[in-house]
């Protein structure tokens, strides 16, 4: 069965549809999405903040940069668990849109960004901190980061505007 | 009352109408609201974190708060003047709404709280508190913000 087919198919099952419908569902689970932003790719923004030497400089980066990605942790979950359900019960709606789309590339790039620096990056951030500060490898990373991760939320904000 | 002539000749004003009328105006502005929303409750979450003593333990209080506060004021900054700009562009969908009217108390209230409770608590000669009120003053900062998040997901949803 083609994507767009399926994406229908799953748009209208009983689960779907019955988030849809009810008065309190799909608010409950869209007002999540939307304020676990905050513990999510908040925590990020910071962190990216911090390794471009915009934000805690009187802190060691080594050491305050991981506690951000950790509280991270918190609201990813949030945000992938509620994200999936909101695309399940528009799926149909979402294939076309080209905010959708370009969400989800940026998605898959900040994922490959994060992967990237987690790998080479991550091990000698120890290294920095009696250096002056991040790397350009690292700067540019966390600036990759800080316009994905924005252009995530523009994206996915614009996107609701053509439903 | 004479605000609702002045608010909708204040809506007609060219820039105001271009926001309200292009087609990526609209969708802009609220995109700076939701960024500006997120810059602000993830330094507030970071600041309760700490002074519930949840997280951040190996970091002071004060240099913490310090650090923090030029993005939160940013945030506010930014999630203000996006927010009247909506109001501006659209006033006849927030003046009968009950959870606008909700949200602008809840906001009124955490920024009173902020800034005249919760600093109180993180300058750098606070005397040590008790555990527990440090905890209570953190819980209450956290849910007046998020209070006003979630009041103002409720104005698309409940007239």
């Not at chain 1, 009983?14 to 689970?29: G, N």
């Amino acid at each position: 069965m083609p994507l767009f087919e399926w994406c229908q198919w799953l748009q209208h099952t009983r689960f779907a549809t019955a988030i849809t419908e009810s008065d309190w569902l799909f608010p409950l689970i869209e007002g999540s999405h939307i304020l676990a932003l905050p513990i999510s790719v908040g925590m990020i923004l910071i962190a990216d903040l911090r390794l471009l030497g915009l934000a805690f400089n009187g802190e060691a980066s080594g050491k305050i940069v991981p506690r951000f990605l950790q509280l991270s942790r918190i609201g990813f979950p949030v945000m992938f668990l509620t994200g999936g359900l909101l695309l399940i019960t528009q799926a149909g709606k979402a294939y076309g849109n080209p905010f959708f789309r370009t969400k989800l590339i940026f998605l898959v790039v900040a994922a490959i960004n994060a992967a990237v620096y987690q790998k080479l990056l991550y091990p000698k951030m120890a290294e920095w901190d009696s250096a002056s500060g991040a790397p350009a490898g690292a700067r540019f990373c966390a600036a990759f980061s800080l316009a994905l991760w924005i252009g995530v939320i523009v994206c996915g904000r614009t996107m609701a505007y053509q439903f | 009352m004479a605000l609702l002539p002045l608010l909708q000749s204040v809506s007609e004003w060219a820039p105001i109408v271009l926001i309200r009328d292009s087609k990526y105006g609209m969708p802009a502005v609220q995109s700076f609201h939701l960024l500006g929303l997120t810059m602000l409750l993830a330094t507030v979450v970071v600041l309760d974190l700490r002074l519930a003593d949840l997280g951040m333990k190996d970091y002071g209080l004060p240099s913490l708060a310090r650090q923090l506060e030029p993005w939160t004021i940013g945030a506010i900054v930014v999630v203000i003047s996006s927010g009247l700009l909506i109001f501006l562009a659209t006033p006849g969908k927030y003046l009968d709404s009950r959870p606008f009217r909700l949200k602008m108390a809840l906001l009124a209230s955490a920024l009173l709280f902020h800034f005249a409770v919760l600093r109180r608590f993180t300058t750098p000669d606070s005397v040590v508190r008790p555990r527990l009120i440090n905890a209570i003053v953190a819980f209450l900062s956290v849910t007046l913000w998020f209070g006003v998040g979630w009041a103002g997901r409720a104005i698309a949803f409940i007239p």
